[in-house]
Nanobody
Framework: QVQLVESGGGWVQPGGSLRLSCAASGTIFSIDIMGWYRQAPGKQRELVAD???????NYAESVKGRFTISRDYAKNTVYLQMNSLKPEDTAVYYC??????????????WGQGTQVTVSS
């Protein structure tokens, strides 16, 4: 019964900013890695950024220097600050998390997705 709830998507003009949030809830023993993926129409889902439980961060080359991923351990929440947005950033963004619901039970969970549209 783990659930990832996303918020913060919407429409923005090129050069603008958005901040996505994703909170995990339910029976959670621990959370390992959390991240964001995106998928544009007709394209494969791709990793945007992720952050480990040790705060190691990875970014897609296309977003380096523009996006910042962070997490709040007390709130089981991951954020994606998106600056200098470009039309090619338009996609459905999905939250992702590797979660243990018990000491020896680990699964990957996905959010419902939130639309980000960058256009004039």
């Amino acid at each position: 019964q783990v659930q990832l709830v996303e918020s913060g998507g919407g429409w923005v003009q090129p050069g603008g900013s958005l901040r996505l949030s994703c909170a995990a809830s339910g029976t959670i023993f621990s959370i390992d890695i959390m991240g964001w993926y995106r998928q544009a129409p007709g394209k494969q889902r791709e990793l945007v950024a992720d952050i480990s439980s040790g705060d190691d961060r990875n970014y897609a080359e296309s977003v380096k220097g523009r996006f910042t991923i962070s997490r709040d351990y007390a709130k089981n929440t991951v954020y994606l600050q998106m600056n200098s947005l470009k039309p090619e950033d338009t996609a459905v963004y999905y939250c992702n998390a590797g979660i243990r619901t018990a000491i020896a039970s680990h699964h990957v969970y996905w959010g419902q997705g939130t639309q980000v549209t960058v256009s004039s």
